[in-house]
């Protein structure tokens, strides 16, 4: 017993929270990477196994009364739209934000880096080899032409060209400094081909404008210029407030633009028209009533959704992460934030921490040295 205690008392139970951070991390990460939804079996199991991390974070954790009161806030906040929108996208960012205390975050960037590689080649040569199934159908091209694409085990081509843009993102962040011609053409290669296999002109746009902005930060030598980086998510929710409120299906330009994104400004203007906007968050069953399709944008789905207050308090958070990030000169994280910027036009998934580890820089707010060196308390 005298042992026991004697461990109890010695042990650096700091450096156990960050390393039991990770390891909740880690996992929430490869269930994404292996596209398994909330409801599967396997999914709650190593669910159960994170959320045990978690919680020797949190204990092991000294938090100043700053730190207590910001995480009471977001916690509080999480719950609320959990219950009312049904949805835990919002709690478990805000968790995973509050736990990042003394944790490094190029650390996390590696630990993704690893595995959404790793299930990617999984992933595509199971299917390819037959040993998972690889969801071989047809779609029609920008020309009306059926063409062969494939899933490669996951739900949709598009979330199979979603999972090769993530881990390329991701490589290129890991590798920023070391990216020239080469990085670039052998990246492009990688994307085109599953462009070809998967006919995601989503992803493949994003990618390249991805490119656009690494070349332009690398071109680019004056701090001051740089400042536009910043104007990623204003420009964004701008853009989609803009196409929903004042779509009309019989301006060809309208139709042109709504075609180009697969019809998701018709689908954000008619829950605009029939629904409104509300201060508050709302649940789910009002736009059930009258079901137009997935709200395929981010900045409208937390609008619609979430309510106005929200809506404005997380851009807030957003937009001061960015200007604080540029105040720093941590250039390359704001190329990165931008990047998602734009997918957030397209998709919803920049919400979670686990699909985009870079909405988790919002961290920087409570925890300034987040992208500070390799810290002895944030590494293992």
């Known amino acids: 017993m005298e042992k026991i205690k004697t461990l109890l008392r010695t042990s650096d139970w700091e450096r156990v929270g960050i390393a039991a951070f990770y390891g909740y991390f880690a996992i929430n990460m490869l269930m994404k990477a292996f596209t398994y939804d909330h409801g599967e079996k396997t999914y709650l199991v190593f669910f159960a196994f994170a959320m045990a991390f978690w919680?020797?974070?949190?204990?092991?954790?000294?938090?100043?009364?700053?730190?207590?009161?910001?995480?009471?806030l977001l916690i509080g906040l999480g719950v609320v739209l959990s219950v009312i929108t049904k949805q835990n996208t919002w709690l478990l960012l805000f968790m995973t934000i509050i736990a990042m205390k003394n944790c490094n975050f190029r650390f996390m960037i590696r630990l993704a880096v690893y595995i959404r590689a790793f299930s990617l080649l999984v992933l595509v040569i199971g299917s390819t080899f037959g040993v998972y199934d690889i969801g071989f159908k047809t779609t029609p091209d920008t020309k009306y032409v059926e063409i062969p694409v494939y899933s490669f085990a996951m739900n949709e081509?598009?979330?199979?060209?979603?999972?090769?843009?993530?881990?390329?993102?991701?490589?290129?962040?890991?590798?920023?400094?070391?990216?020239?011609?080469?990085?670039?053409?052998?990246?492009?290669?990688?994307?085109?081909?599953?462009?070809e296999l998967t006919f995601c002109r989503t992803g493949i746009a994003v990618f390249f404008f991805?490119?656009?902005?690494?070349?332009?930060?690398?071109?680019?030598?004056?701090?001051?210029?740089?400042?536009?980086?910043?104007?990623?998510?204003?420009?964004?929710?701008?853009?989609?407030?803009?196409t929903m409120v004042f779509y009309d299906g019989g301006n060809s330009l309208m139709r042109l633009l709504n075609h180009f994104v697969s019809g998701r400004i018709y689908i954000m203007s008619s829950y605009y028209n029939t629904q409104g906007l509300s201060l508050l968050p709302r649940v789910q069953e009002i736009f059930y009533g009258q079901y137009f399709g997935l709200i395929d944008n981010t900045y409208m789905f937390v609008l619609l959704y979430c309510g106005i207050i929200v809506?404005?308090?997380?851009?807030?958070?957003?937009?001061?992460?960015?200007?604080?990030?540029?105040r720093q000169r941590h250039y390359k994280e704001l190329v990165m934030l931008g990047t998602l910027a734009l997918y957030g036009v397209l998709e919803q998934f920049i919400m979670n921490g686990f699909m985009n580890p870079f909405i988790l820089l919002c961290g920087i707010l409570l925890y300034p040295d987040l992208l500070d060196g390799d810290k002895e308390v944030g590494t293992i």
Do not use: Q
């Open 55 to 72: 919680g020797i974070k949190m204990v092991t954790t000294k938090y100043t009364l700053r730190e207590v009161g910001w995480i009471a």
């Open 210 to 242: 991805c490119w656009a902005l690494i070349v332009f930060d690398k071109l680019v030598r004056k701090h001051k210029y740089k400042f536009i980086l910043t104007l990623s998510v204003p420009v964004g929710a701008l853009f989609s407030l803009c």
């Open 311 to 326: 809506s404005l308090f997380f851009f807030w958070l957003v937009e001061k992460t960015l200007i604080t990030l540029y």
């Open 157 to 195: 081509p598009n979330t199979a060209f979603l999972a090769v843009f993530l881990t390329l993102v991701l490589l290129l962040y890991y590798n920023y400094e070391k990216l020239n011609k080469w990085w670039f053409l052998g990246t492009s290669a990688v994307a085109f081909l599953f462009y």
